[in-house]
């Protein structure tokens, strides 16, 4: 993690700035489960963006971390949705990250 304090409300607005890797955020001792979701969330809908930049050819090479972004998030939310945790949902060029 870079050494810059934590300001949580921030870290949910720009979590690179805070976090180098997805699995940063879940080992933070300072976050609630809420926070964590909330951060990777935003970090998601960043990294679907970039992918779509790529996909253009309007980047200049940095890391989404999409895929462990996505692992993260999953690993989360299957603590307490149990088994419908494997139900499908349909994907959208940004995921599940509009509602």
Do not use: C
């Amino acid at each position: 993690m870079p050494n810059t304090q934590l300001n949580i409300a921030d870290a949910k607005v720009n979590p690179s700035k805070y976090f180098q890797h997805p699995k940063d955020v879940l080992v933070h001792p300072d976050l609630s489960r809420d926070a964590k979701i909330d951060i990777l969330r935003a970090w998601e809908v960043d990294a679907r963006l970039l992918q779509t930049a790529e996909e253009e050819n309007m980047t200049s090479g940095e890391n989404s971390h999409l895929g462990s972004i996505v692992s993260a998030l999953l690993a989360l939310e299957d603590e307490t949705k149990g088994p419908q945790a494997d139900t499908p949902k349909a994907p959208t060029k940004l995921g599940n990250a509009v509602h």
